[in-house]
């Protein structure tokens, strides 16, 4: 209690022309009476978070965060989020909800609300070129790797491979990267990397090695929300139940993993 | 010195006021390799910015028409561009075009790193407002001055280096103090580019360690105390170089 209330004062010191939003209020009332549901997705992560042509962020995120809206009876706005921002938007209210590939971790439960049971998982690796010929996580001693700012795998990549970590922005940056030379490796979610080595622009790269740390995912929404998110369990429990997640899957052309099949057949 | 580091993670442990780039030996090395890397770049920018600014307004002065349209389309070019731009410009666009090089890994990478792109690209934004700081204080020596340089045969050459430069310094010196500081806290922009300075290792534990408040505070103070130095050491050389009776 007393780190939260360090936070709120130090923060409203430094950050007192932002509009730091304590959660006291319940967010479902101010969501249907704006009637709209602000969700944070990614907008750089296909199939997950992405893109179309005319701009709109799709996919299999967005998709899940459509049938909350409609569950609540609201429209839907995408915010796009990055990983080193998405837990500070959802402290700050800027979005009711986050969706964001992101890795469900003790620490993380400590600043954001993330309801049980836990929607997808995936794991570690990278994508490297095919020359290069790397096997094993020790291979990449000593070379520059590329990451995303804010990933918590940069550390354990530097700490236990000895990887020197490259960490940019966005996807985008550091595939771009990747491609001039600037490093031996890209270390990512697995999830991601499987749909970039099925593009045929990146035809000369591979995922070598041993998927590690495979670990679920968690959707988040602000501490203390604890009506939202005793809804979000539910509407979790239902999208396994129903194979919702195996659906969308299919839908954006990844092969159905095995954590959304064990859990189709758990819940069924 | 152990005893001190522990005492913060019994602060985190007691208050959850989090410092780990202090306890924790991991993020403690890469906080002082950000905190270096940062004055080195600093440093780096700081010197040749300088020299961009004296050589640029010298060419400016230049008999040569094309020599001056040369110049001025340099300013014009780095002053109207926003410096990040220009980073991701040099770093993704400019960088991919060079010729590659093999490297110890086996693989092909470009010549030039982040760390030295982001000094190219800061040196050169900071010289187009250094080479306009420097042609205000040349203009700002009497043209009689000058003239009577002239008068006891001195060159163009050793005009500008024994006479009008060392005199439009000490005019300079405020202008030129605003705009170093402006480039040392310009420096954060590197992060975009992945060069490990302050700001971007900040960001890598407050992305493990869910401390951005303490991060960010802490951040702020430590530039607060390195530009202070910057400043405080520039004014003591203005202090120094004052000749009684001018400017």
Known sequence: M???????????????????????????????????????????????????????????????????????????????????????????????????????????????????????????????LKSLGLTEWEDLRGKPVCGIQGAFYNKATSQNFGAEIVAFKGTAEAYSALKAGNCAAFVYDDSAIVAKTNDPEWADYEMPL??????????????????????????????????????????????????????????? | MDLIFDWFRVLYQETGINLPFLYDEYDRNRMVDGFLTTIRLSLVCLFFSVIIGVIGAWLQGSGFKWTRRIVNGYIQLFRNTPPLVQ??????????????????????????????????????????FNVEIFRSGIEAVPRSTVEAAEALGFSKLQIYRDITLPLAFRVVLPALNNNLVNLVKT????????????????????????????????????????????????????????IPGYG
């Open chain 2, 87 to 128: 980073l991701y410009f040099f770093y993704f666009a400019i960088g991919t075009l060079l010729p590659r090089v093999e490297n110890d890994w086996g693989g092909q990478s470009p010549i030039l790193g982040s760390f030295a792109w982001a000094a190219i690209s800061l040196s050169f934004f900071a010289g187009a």
């Open chain 2, 187 to 242: 420096t954060t922009l590197a992060y975009a580019i992945a060069v490990p300075e302050m700001l971007y290792e900040a960001n890598q534990i407050w992305s493990d360690n869910v401390n951005v408040t303490e991060m960010m505070i802490f951040l702020l103070l430590a530039y607060f105390v390195l530009v202070g130095v910057l400043v405080g050491a520039m004014n003591r050389w203005e202090r120094a170089m004052k």
């Open chain 1, 210 to 268: 041993q998927t590690i740390d495979d670990a679920p995912w968690g959707l988040a929404v602000a501490l203390g929300e604890e009506n939202f998110a005793q809804m979000m369990s539910d509407m979790i429990v239902d999208w396994h139940k129903t194979g919702r997640i195996l659906e969308l899957e299919t839908k954006w052309g990844v092969e159905n993993t095995p954590f959304a099949k064990a859990m189709h057949e758990e819940y069924k």
């Open chain 1, 2 to 128: 007393r780190r939260k209330h360090l936070i709120t004062i130090a923060a409203s010191l430094v950050v007192s022309a932002l509009s730091f939003t304590t959660a006291m209020a319940d967010v479902l009332e101010t969501i249907k009476e704006r009637g709209t549901l602000i969700v944070g997705v990614k907008a750089d992560y296909k199939p997950y978070g992405f893109l179309d042509p005319s701009g709109a962020v799709i996919g299999i995120e967005p998709d899940l965060a459509r049938d909350v809206a409609d569950k609540l009876g609201v429209d839907v706005e995408y915010v796009p989020v990055v990983s080193s921002n998405r837990m500070q938007f959802l402290e700050q209210g800027k979005i009711d909800l986050m969706i964001a590939t992101m890795t469900d971790r003790p620490d993380r439960r400590e600043v954001v609300l993330i309801p049980d049971p836990n929607y997808y998982s995936s794991g570690t690796n990278i994508l490297a």
